[in-house]
């Protein structure tokens, strides 16, 4: 079946940081994939998603490139906020049924 | 704007009893899930909903029930509350285009935290 894997939290970084988030994914064919963020307290919120290979999902300064090659959909940003602490989902949707599979989900602190 | 929220926000209840948690969404989704969120699991789909009168059963259905009686509501029943459903419940929602299409982007509730003593 389908499955997602992302690194295990917590990351803990200062501002300004570099940040990477690893996932990997398993699926037949091509998934549609995705970054939710959850804010302390509240659900989550899209935060971006890639729907082909090759195809880079980017919003408030997060990126994601779908690699089919390596089964991966790493998040990325080049400068991170204490605003950016948060608990980061990757996930992916396949398939008619249009279900989500999440990971585990990780824990981010940015400190000042 | 649109929306989709849930109630209540906080429940706490004893084992054996019934509970409900509402959902309502405002976005004229077609489609409504369930999710119950757990430390090291992350999220786990309970039963969701592609329209009215439909209902279908997720990874971790046992102990709960949906039913679909209009566009805009899902609630989640505990039939017997049991200390292992203690967690957070999120719903959400996405939409059907027609034409068989559905968007894969999902729309979250706030969640409801429910402690089962």
């Known amino acids: 079946g389908n499955s997602v894997t992302q690194m295990e939290g917590p990351v803990t970084l200062s501002e300004e940081a570099f940040l990477t988030i690893n996932c990997t994914y398993t699926?037949?064919?091509?998934?549609?994939l995705f970054w939710y963020v959850q804010y302390p307290g509240e659900g989550l919120q899209l935060l971006l998603k890639?729907?082909?290979?090759?195809d880079k999902g980017s919003n408030k300064g997060f990126e994601a490139t779908y690699r089919k090659e390596t089964t991966s959909f790493h998040l990325e940003k080049g400068s991170v906020q204490v605003s950016d602490s948060a608990v980061y989902f990757c996930a992916l949707s396949k398939g008619s049924n249009y279900k989500l599979t999440f990971g585990k989900g990780t824990l981010l602190t940015v400190n000042p | 704007d649109a929306e989709i929220t849930q109630s209540p926000r906080h429940k706490i209840t004893e084992t054996g009893r019934q509970v409900t948690l509402a959902c309502h969404q405002t976005?004229?989704?077609?489609?409504m899930f369930w999710y119950r969120q757990d430390l090291g699991h992350g999220l786990r789909l309970i039963h969701y909903s592609y329209g009215v009168q439909d209902t279908n059963k997720g990874e971790v259905s046992d102990g709960y029930s949906v039913s679909r009686s209009n566009t805009e509501d899902l609630p989640l029943t505990l039939e017997s509350a049991a200390s292992s459903q203690t967690s957070v419940y999120f719903c959400a929602s996405s939409a059907y285009e027609g034409l068989a299409i559905h968007t894969d982007t999902q729309y979250f509730g706030p969640g409801t935290r429910l402690t089962v003593l």
């Open positions: 976005w004229n989704h077609n489609n």
């Open positions: 699926a037949t064919g091509y998934p549609s």
């Open positions: 890639a729907t082909k290979a090759d």
